[in-house]
Every structure is written in structure tokens, then in C-alpha cells.
């Protein structure tokens, strides 16, 4: 059985994205982007709400090639590329690069998934995540934190109904403040 991770930059105050969409608290911190590099290449199958699929589909597919690319950008570009990707949407008709689209229940597709043998998937998208959280399908939590309140916008959490016992296996400080903690969904 594969491993589902959500993980995200999120502000202090549990926000992956201020009013208006704005990610631009999370601004460019170093090592936070290598630790995401990393993790990139732990993955083998990443899912992707519509939302999120476009930001990402609009950048990286060409971001190694961009002048000024750094070492970084381009191995995350390529490890981004070379990742099977799942996109779930009921508005778009088609998605390209290295993705499929699914159209109709997303948790019944990411519960096939996951019952499949591989490496561990990573989920990305607020909706998305939500339903698949709502649904006990997220093994871990990978939360890098930047001490930046909002107040408002897109929460990384969603309402859920029951309660969700979490182990904690992973704390790591990076500069300007910004702390990584990882939790294990306890069953």
C-alpha cells in the first residue's frame, strides 16, 4: 500500500495562500526550497487539484531552461517533469507532460491508488487535499511553517468530521524562521 503526504508552506496562522491567492509570505528561503527538492524526488506519483495543477503546469515543464535557472530550480523542474502526475478536475478536458486526468471521483481513484504497490504520492491542492483528509486518506502531514500571520485565505486544514491522531517523526528549524513538522496519521 503507497503512502499519501500532503504537505505545504503554510503561514503561522494555517493558511497555504493569503486572500487573492497570494503566496507572497512565503518568500524565497533557501533551504526550504532544497528540503522541498528533496522530498520531490522521494515521490513517485504526485495528484493535483485544477488550481494547483495550473500554477505548477505553468512554470515548471520549462523552468530548467529559463535563463538564470539555478541548480535548484533546474533539479527540481526535472524531478517535477519526470513524476507521473494524476490531475483531478470536472472543468478541464485534457492535461499534458507527464499527467492523466481524472474526471470523476477523486476519493475513490486516490483510495485505487493508494491500495497499489509503489513508492509513496504526494497530494497538492486545498480541495483536493481536503477530500482525501475528510476521507482518512493522508498518511502524513508535512507542514513548513513561516511565521507570517494572513488572516484569512485558503487553510491548509480542512473541517473535518472526526478527529485525526497524529504521531510527530520529524522537527527541522531553517533560517528566518521557518520550521518543518511532519506527523504520521496514528491508525
Known sequence: MRKLIFGMNVTLDGYIAAPGDDISWGGPVEEVFLFWCEQ???????????????????????????????????????????????????????????????????????TRLKAEDGGPMEIAGATLAAAAMRAGLIDEYLIVTYPVLVGGGTPFFT?????????????????DGVLLTRYETRR
Request: charged letters at 25%; glycine letters at 4%.
Open 40 to 110: 520531490m524526488r522521494t515521490i513517485s506519483m504526485s495528484l493535483y487539484g485544477r488550481k494547483l495543477w495550473e500554477t505548477m503546469s505553468s512554470h515548471w515543464p520549462t523552468a530548467d531552461q529559463q535563463p538564470g535557472a539555478t541548480p535548484a530550480e533546474i533539479d527540481f523542474a526535472r524531478s517535477w517533469r519526470d513524476t507521473p502526475k494524476v490531475v483531478f478536475s470536472s472543468t478541464l478536458d485534457k492535461v499534458d507532460g507527464n499527467a492523466r486526468l481524472v474526471t470523476g471521483d477523486a476519493v475513490a481513484e486516490i
Open 159 to 175: 473541517a473535518l468530521d472526526d478527529w485525526v491522531d497524529l504521531n510527530l517523526v520529524e522537527t527541522r528549524a531553517f533560517p
